[in-house]
């Protein structure tokens, strides 16, 4: 209303072509109108039906940067604004260009003898690389790899659908210099590593079809928002090195995170700049290199480490420390004690536990049953500690508890009437009842002990079995 209110004001065509939305639920239909005045008063509207072109668009949008369409001269017809933003070819420049006129001179016949062989085959993808430029910037060459295919009975493409990718091969040349600019890393689509291109000021110029891959899971929609995207404590580092680019001083390499959709996108990101003949910076390359791979290697060596490191310290039934764990934090904690002051406050302690009745009920039900009553004794052991003390299963039904910090004998004796007092009640496995005991013989470590674990472990495996043989000489 408001456009053709505004054609009759003015008497003249007012604007470009409005896009309308027919339907308020999918499918939805697109219009394209043109207002012009009418010669009898009022407004002429000249409709276009371009819904298959609007959902090319969004379509194209979501799969490839480089693509457009041009007619059987080459003539640029339709260029998606998603891709039109992310490449660097307004739309309403573009369209109407002869695309001819973008290719390196040496290229036009082989790029003249590409468009024959598709028309011949239509259908069939046809490939080559290219030297192209950009508009605006007609001192630099780019090389691509080109594929075109000819539809031209098609009702949404009716011509030439082109696609093109950066050449992972080939640098950057610029007009009458030799140099050429190395910054440009592989952007195949196979690729981990994306690149986009900023002019000498940083602004967006062009990316790569891997840069929207990489960032598609953080909600980037081609509309040039990558530094929205990044971690707000990356910033500052990104833009250090977009800076530092621009004035032809490069940093090193920079790990950086993008966020978006409730999830994380890692990447490495190298700033590269290149220069013109007179050795000028002309502009530079972001190379983007997508870190999901390595992280997920990372995460799993971590967790194979892990998983090493648990296998080798803890027992596989009971999930406790095993002998190998238990010497080296022994050893570590009399090598602590060697060195501490002499009125250091708490010592060593040494539990060493071993179950009663148990030999009969592995003898009687079987190793499974045994193994089920391991852990829950190991369970009841554990729980009766205090946070910090190691608990390890020494062997078959033995288990030594290693106390740091301990006051004196009462502390450890402490530990020790806890432990028994788990066993006081039977156990229950696979629907039986075990009465299962526990005996327990505490020692501290000593200066006689000569700061040798075996010593104080020895100490008090005797003061266990010497509480084990007072409980079987106790009267029933």
């Known amino acids: 209303r408001a456009r053709a209110d505004a054609v009759q004001s003015s008497g003249g065509t007012v604007g470009p072509p409005l896009l309308v939305r027919l339907d308020a639920t999918p499918p939805v239909r697109f219009l394209e109108l043109l207002f012009g005045p009418h010669p009898a008063g009022g ?18 949008a979501e ?24 490449v660097g070819l307004p739309r309403d420049q573009f369209v109407g260009t002869d695309v001819y006129s973008l290719v390196h001179p040496d290229d036009v016949a082989p790029t003249r003898a590409l468009i024959a062989r598709a028309r011949d085959t239509p259908g069939v993808r046809c490939s080559r690389p290219l030297r192209v430029r950009q508009m605006g910037q007609p001192d630099v060459w ?19 659908l082109v696609r093109f990718d950066m050449d992972p091969t080939a640098g950057v040349h610029l007009h009458g210099s030799e140099q050429t600019a190395q910054a440009l890393v592989t952007i195949g689509p196979s690729s981990t590593t994306g690149a986009l291109h900023l002019s000498a000021s940083g602004n967006l110029l062009q990316r790569s079809t891997r840069v929207r891959e990489i960032l598609r899971p953080v909600g980037d929609d081609g509309d040039l928002r990558w530094l929205d995207l990044l971690r707000s404590e990356d910033l500052d580092a990104v833009t250090e090195r977009i800076d530092a680019a ?31 003949a007179q050795q000028q910076v002309a502009g ?42 238990l010497a080296e934090r022994l050893d570590l904690a009399l090598s602590g004690a060697r060195t501490s002051p002499a009125d250091a406050v708490g010592g060593t302690g040494v539990i060493v536990a071993d179950l009663d009745r148990f030999k009969a009920v592995n003898d009687a039900h079987g190793h499974r049953i045994g193994d089920e009553v391991l852990v829950e004794a190991a369970r009841r052991i554990a729980a009766a500690v ?33 432990i028994a007092a788990r066993f006081a009640t039977p156990f229950e496995v696979d629907g039986r009842t075990f009465d299962i005991g526990i005996s327990v013989g505490c020692a501290l470590a000593a200066p006689d002990d000569g700061g040798e674990p075996d010593a104080v472990i020895l100490r008090a495996d005797r003061a266990m079995y010497a509480a084990k043989a007072a409980r079987r000489a106790a009267p029933t």
């Open 63 to 86: 799969f490839a940067t480089g693509v457009y369409i041009t007619d059987a001269e080459l003539v640029a017809t339709w260029i998606p604004r998603r891709v039109s933003e992310s």
């Open 43 to 60: 407004a002429l509207v000249v409709v276009h039906d371009v819904t298959e072109r609007e959902r090319l668009d969004a379509v194209i």
């Open 386 to 418: 205090r946070p910090g003390d190691l608990v390890c299963r020494f062997g078959g039904d033995e288990f030594v508890i290693l106390c740091d910090q301990v006051a004196d004998e009462a502390s450890l004796d402490a530990v020790a009437a806890q």
């Open 246 to 276: 621009r004035v032809g001083s490069p940093l090193p390499a920079v790990e950086v995170g993008f966020v978006g959709k409730g999830t994380e996108v890692l990447a490495r990101v190298d700033v590269l700049p290149y220069r013109d």
């Open 142 to 160: 780019w090389p691509i790899v080109v594929h075109v295919i000819w539809r031209g009975d098609d009702p949404a493409i009716g011509g030439m």
């Open 284 to 325: 530079m390359f972001v190379n983007v290199v997508d870190l999901s791979a390595e992280r997920e290697e990372r995460d799993e060596l971590a967790a194979a480490r892990e998983e090493l490191w648990h296998l080798a310290n803890h027992d596989a039934l009971t999930g406790l420390a095993n002998r190998y764990q």
